[in-house]
């Protein structure tokens, strides 16, 4: 849960997770003492994503005398949407001021919720019941979750050279920047490359854009350590020299103090009348906020999930145990664990908890007619299906009245929830369409049209192949390497995640695990295709409804 500040990514560039501040408070606790009021304390606790275990975060102050507190010190998570981050609070009645749980005096209840259920809930406050005691009223615990503010701020700068040392043999050095920002215990987290400049002594880089976060982690006045070199093919790279300066120092733009001595201690211990190695200078500096998912979650925005499911025959008959579809008592098929590991996931942004569900290739009852969007429901006017466990009843209830039959065709459930999407395009909401498939698709021209046109709406695809099929022709619709194109038009975004079921699977058949790490991949790229669409349509989020603007919102466990 409190994974490190942001991994780093090929494009030298850190990707900083969002930080959330959870703010506890609770209404109505049940009296324990008997002379005087409870002292609450809050524990949090996280749940691990394989293991399952639930391990103590971090607790409240203890706050003396009350039923209705409401505690200053807060939780810091880091927020990832692609993960269902389970949370578990837990309020005691401390008589001691023991660390240790197991002295406190009493249990005044619990609460279970993930991380994204705060962030979704309507500005991002929830408010839950406690229970843990029979027959008794526990009171209610209130969440708020705040998005960390510097988290936002993206730095543009630029910075050129003067008389760096030449290091090359025959030509001029070919000089570029390595930026580190230091972290408590001394140590450097590289976290941004300029581009080589070739043949001289007086580069001028690219301006170059950076995460605050990135750089200093929020703190302005800590420690930025730039070291310059001269680049060599084979990699063994030049050292030329060093500087420091801090986010505060480049904050305050173009000016004597951003002239930089680049100094090499090797060859300022060796030369008497060594002064520096050149010089660096910083050209210009803005800085600009950016907002991210948590802006538009918290300002509304919802995301509406719809599922697409293939009926076709190649997926073996469902009353056989060798079928994908096949319903095994015991345990879930691979169309129903990729559903429910997406969708649990996708259900906390979605207020309303309807998604439409649709089957494709399969011939309806009673006529036989050949259906490629047919409503699981199996009600045209209506193909919602209430929560995640709606759709898997759907589904289940679909095997059991349809024919499998063919051909693998994509392009009308998209179109589908393209028309849906076409009709919202001011922000308000957001359509993932997950589609979950065992093949090829028949009419991949068709799709490529329905992708390209779906690229300019508020909405992502993500297919899912489940089965030993080759998924060769899903690369290509994924984008990630060649961008998408119908007719000579490309997608003006790449919407579409594809990842094959089986690379998920875990060896020992834990299929928690399994699912944990489908839905951690197939989503971790919705956050960023939702922040393309909203920038290139210059929709900035809503403000966050403050707690008083709320509705009054209706206790539930």
């Excluded at 090929?10 to 008997?34: G, H, M």
């Excluded at 060599?232 to 000016?255: A, L």
Aim: with cysteine; aromatic share 10%.
């Amino acid at each position: 849960m409190m994974a490190s500040i942001g991994e780093f990514d090929p494009l030298n560039n850190i990707v900083p997770a969002t930080k959330i501040e959870v703010t506890v408070s609770c209404r109505d606790l049940l009296d324990v003492d008997t002379f005087s009021k409870s002292d609450p304390v809050v524990v949090l606790y996280v749940q691990g994503i394989g293991t399952k275990e639930w391990m103590e975060f971090g607790r409240t102050e203890v706050i003396d005398n009350t039923l209705n507190p409401n505690f200053v010190r807060k939780f810091f998570l880091d927020f990832f949407f692609e993960e269902k981050q389970n949370l578990r609070f837990d309020v005691y009645n401390v008589d001691s001021r023991s660390s240790n749980i197991s002295k406190f005096k009493d249990f005044l209840g619990q609460t279970f919720c993930t991380l994204g259920e705060i962030i979704g809930s309507t500005g991002g406050r929830l408010e839950k019941s406690l229970s843990g005691i029979p027959g008794k009223k526990l009171g209610a615990i209130i969440f708020a979750a705040e998005e960390l503010s510097n988290c936002r701020d993206i730095a543009t700068m630029q910075l050129c050279a003067n008389k760096l040392d030449k290091k090359d043999f025959f030509g001029k050095s070919d000089p570029f920047l390595v930026f580190y920002r230091s972290n408590e215990d001394g140590t450097f987290t590289i976290c941004h490359k300029t581009e080589v400049v070739k043949n001289t002594l007086n580069p001028v880089w690219q301006p170059f854009t950076i995460a605050v976060r990135a750089l200093c982690n929020g703190d302005y006045d800590r420690t930025v350590k730039v070291d310059v070199y001269d680049w060599d093919r084979d990699g063994s790279h030049d050292f030329i020299g060093e500087f420091t300066t801090s986010y505060r120092d480049f904050s305050r733009g173009q000016n004597q103090f951003n002239v930089y001595e680049v100094l090499n201690p090797k060859k300022k211990g060796r030369k008497k009348k060594y002064i520096n190695s050149g010089t660096v200078t910083l050209l210009s500096f803005k800085v600009e906020s950016e907002y991210t998912f948590v802006d538009f979650i918290r300002g509304g925005t919802q995301l509406n999930f719809t599922v697409a499911i293939d009926f076709t025959a190649s997926n073996g008959n469902p009353s056989q145990p060798t079928s994908l579809h096949y319903m095994n008592p015991y345990q879930m098929n691979a169309y129903a664990m990729a559903l429910k590991a997406v969708g649990e996931i996708i259900q906390d942004y979605d207020s309303d908890k309807l998604f439409p569900a649709y089957g494709f290739g399969a011939k309806l009852p009673p006529d036989g007619k050949i259906s490629h969007a047919f409503p699981l429901s199996g009600d045209n006017e209506n193909p919602n299906c209430v929560g995640i466990e709606g759709v898997l009843e759907a589904y289940f209830q679909s095997l059991r009245t349809v024919q499998l039959y063919g051909p693998t065709n994509f392009s009308p459930v998209i179109n589908q929830v393209a028309r849906s999407a076409q009709d919202v395009t001011d922000g308000s909401q957001y359509f993932v369409l997950l589609m979950i498939t065992d093949g090829v698709i028949s009419d991949m021209v068709q799709t490529k049209e329905a992708v390209v046109n779906a690229a300019a709406l508020p909405m992502s695809i993500i297919i899912v192949g489940v089965g030993p099929a080759k998924f060769d022709a899903m690369e290509e619709l994924d984008g990630d390497e060649v961008r998408v194109s119908s007719r000579g038009r490309f997608a003006e975004r790449d919407i579409v995640q594809f990842v094959p079921f089986r690379d998920y699977m875990d060896q020992s058949g834990n299929q928690v695990l399994s699912m944990a790490r489908l839905a951690k991949d197939v989503l971790a790229e919705i956050p960023e295709q939702l922040l393309g669409f909203m920038k290139t349509r210059g929709i900035e989020p809503r403000p966050a409804l403050s707690s008083s603007e709320l509705p009054k919102l209706h206790m539930h466990i």
